[in-house]
């Protein structure tokens, strides 16, 4: 039976609910004698810094780099709207994307038929809707340097952030896109603004070059980025693939996100370089909703997210990627009945909290096992 260690990093807000959900799922494929998934649980966001002043620690760091794979639920929250800049409750997310060297951060948007009517969108625009965002996630205005705020003196403050590429980054993130692109519909659309940015010069040629060397077979488009945000809302089911740098990859997919009806819905999958030995990545799942602390501790929280972000994780990491289809089959399945937590309940109530929603998948998946 293959063994695995996961790392579970609830976090703040929603996150421990939407955890508490895939650990249902979690002893189950123990129990089951599917796989044996060992589980250690440490703090990340608001609640690390509560507990030791930093938003993660080093030794829930430790335990992150000797993981098969990390489950993360959300961080954040007012409560730790005035904590040193430092510490913020997300500085433990991105430490964990950067030092795991987590750059490619996959967040595939589908519209399951039964929420199709939940999407602000027309039924028809967004029905069977089935596309991949590639994020580059190590890398741009998230972590360039200089990152400051610095006081002129005459009364005038600058702030300034970096936007930083260098080729390895780009090539790296577009072979993802390429590849995946390969297992889907075979088209890439590279997003950037070159119009504007020196970076987005450089994207676009290096697409460009890895295209032409590596993969003649795929479509490839370039797509300047605030045009893709506009077709992403006019006609989506245009797009298979969408590589694109971390901001404007962090802006689509949350916009991608509501063309699936909610926030709710999306999960995500953070992959790393392959192990030169072991091939294995290392890798973090999280859903791409985040704390809402508007909305904690009620029960009314969707589950999906995480439990789509637990299926990502099946599959990329766990070798499982059997179980993860039928998890997905289940999670649709359940939509399909009609059950609706708040977010997707459209001008209904809601008929499910958030345990109820997982427990009726764990249900369905037992039944199709
Ligand atoms: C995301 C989130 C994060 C980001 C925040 C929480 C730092 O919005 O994963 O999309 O900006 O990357
Ligand atoms: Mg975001």
Known sequence: MPSFNLFLLPGD???????????????????????KLETARGLVGGCAYDAHGKAISEE???LAQSADAVLFGAVGGPKWDKVPYDVRPEAGLLRLRKDLGLFA????????????????LKRNVVEGLDILIVRELTGGVYFGEP????????GQKRGIDTQVYDTFEIERISRVAFDLARTRRNKVSSTEKRNVMKTGVLWNEVVTRIHAEEYKDVQLEHVLADNCAMQLVRWPKQYDVIV????????????AAMLTG???????????????????????????????????GTGAANPIAMIA????????????????GKLDAAISAVLAKGLRTKDIA????????????????????????
């Open 13 to 35: 807000g929603i996150g421990p609910e939407v955890m508490a959900e895939v650990e249902k799922f979690i002893a189950w494929f123990n129990k089951q004698g599917i796989a």
């Open 60 to 62: 829930h760091m430790a």
């Open 105 to 120: 951060n996959l967040r595939p948007a589908i519209c399951y038929p039964a929420l199709a009517d939940a999407s602000s």
């Open 262 to 296: 909610s926030l709710g819905m999306l999960p995500s999958a953070s992959l790393g370089a392959p192990n030169a030995k072991t091939k294995r990545r290392k890798s973090l799942y999280e859903p791409v909703h985040g704390s809402a602390p508007d909305i904690a």
């Open 147 to 154: 990152k400051t705020i610095t006081d002129l003196g005459n």
């Open 309 to 324: 972000s637990f299926a990502m994780a099946l599959r990329y990491s766990l070798g499982l990627g059997e179980w993860a």
């Open 346 to 369: 459209g001008d209904q109530p809601a008929n499910a909290s958030t345990s109820q929603m997982g427990d009726a998948i764990l249900k369905e998946l037992k039944a199709a096992a």
């Open 244 to 255: 694109t740098d971390n901001l404007f990859g962090d802006v689509l997919s949350d916009v």
